[in-house]
T-cell receptor
């Protein structure tokens, strides 16, 4: 069964450093998402991406964040200058479409980011 | 809205019993609802979804009920097994968005053998 994959599984970085989190969505999916989950809290939406551009973003997704689909398979989240409060689990998700029956989002296993 | 923090509501059931997990959603305009299961250290795993034009949907051992009048969603798990132990999240989305999901706080299900 196709799965969303994410790398790395864990990332430790120093405050102020840039990190890039990588995702390979399910191959025939067209809609891509990043979410994050701070330890013990809800999963929170960050950004959605379709047709090579951002569709929607939350207040969390400020100028320090960017997303990119550099090729036909990868979808990346970059944090330009990490802050302590960026420490969280970051999940990538993908969906076939937005119509009924297509919109189920399938999540990857996550990248645990720790900013020191 | 729901509070956030380290303490999740917990449901403890005996193996073989039925489980009912409840969720209050926030947006009356939401038209798509989904239940996810999250095991420790893993990503949310899709269980079942329902659109707002339905009030009940059944899957394998799971049933989702939607009550739009009171903005309430429930997940019923039949014959609960130890492998069902996890945190269960409901999530909602509305058609005007690009599908971004709004997650609830979660309920921890613990199955006693």
């Amino acid at each position: 069964e196709p799965e969303v994959t994410q790398t790395p599984s864990h990332q430790v970085t120093q405050m102020g450093q840039e990190v890039i989190l990588r995702c390979v969505p399910i191959s025939n999916h067209l809609y891509f998402y990043w979410y994050r989950q701070i330890l013990g809290q809800k999963v929170e939406f960050l950004v959605s991406f379709y047709n090579n551009e951002i569709s929607e973003k939350s207040e969390i997704f400020d100028d320090q964040f960017s997303v990119e689909r550099p090729d036909g398979s990868n979808f990346t989240l970059k944090i330009r200058s990490t802050k302590l409060e960026d420490s969280a689990m970051y999940f990538c998700a993908s969906a076939t479409g937005r119509l009924a029956g297509e919109e189920t989002q399938y999540f990857g296993p996550g990248t645990r980011l720790l900013v020191l | 809205g729901e509070s956030v923090g380290l303490h999740l509501p917990t449901l403890s059931v005996q193996e073989g019993d039925n489980s009912i997990i409840n969720c209050a959603y926030s947006n009356s305009a939401s038209d798509y609802f989904i239940w996810y299961k999250q095991e420790s250290g893993k990503g949310p795993q899709f269980i079942i979804d329902i659109r707002s034009n339905m009030d009940k949907r059944q899957g394998q051992r799971v049933t989702v009920l939607l009550n739009k009048t009171v903005k309430h969603l429930s997940l019923q798990i039949a014959a609960t097994q130890p492998g069902d132990s996890a945190v269960y999240f409901c999530a909602e989305a509305y058609g005007g968005s690009q599908g971004n999901l709004i997650f609830g706080k979660g309920t921890k299900l613990s199955v006693k053998p």
